[in-house]
């Protein structure tokens, strides 16, 4: 799953971060439920790049096929904000398996 993160990184896309941070996320989950870590990443992998490709088939919709020669959008400055929401989102969600984890070993009551 490192690799996953080198690669996100040396690459300078969010894909690869966005998909190690979904999945240390879930693992972090099963684990603090107390299940294995099985396959169940190969599954929660092929889901996130489904979704991607749903999200690409929206951007038809929305905004037609792709034509680089007529298309004046900045992708360049898109990618970099969509990289920093993701960053973000995944500093939130590993505040809050933080906090999960710290509530289950204070046995501060149910984990919210």
């Not at 690869?16 to 396959?39: F, I, K, Q």
């Not at 969600?93 to 710290?102: A, D, F, W």
């Amino acid at each position: 799953m490192i690799s996953w993160l080198l690669i996100g990184i040396v690459t300078g896309t969010c894909a690869g971060v966005l998909v190690m941070s979904l999945l240390v996320a879930a693992r972090e989950r099963d684990r603090l439920e107390g299940d294995e870590w099985e396959p169940e990443d190969v599954r929660q992998l092929r889901q996130v790049f489904e979704d991607a490709v749903s999200r690409l088939d929206g951007g038809r919709t929305h905004y037609g096929l792709y034509d680089p020669e007529t298309d004046d959008r900045d992708l360049y400055e898109e990618a970099i904000e969509e990289c920093l929401d993701t960053a973000n989102y995944a500093l939130m969600q590993v505040s809050k398996i933080r906090r999960m984890r710290e509530r289950l070993i204070h046995g501060q009551g149910e984990v919210q």
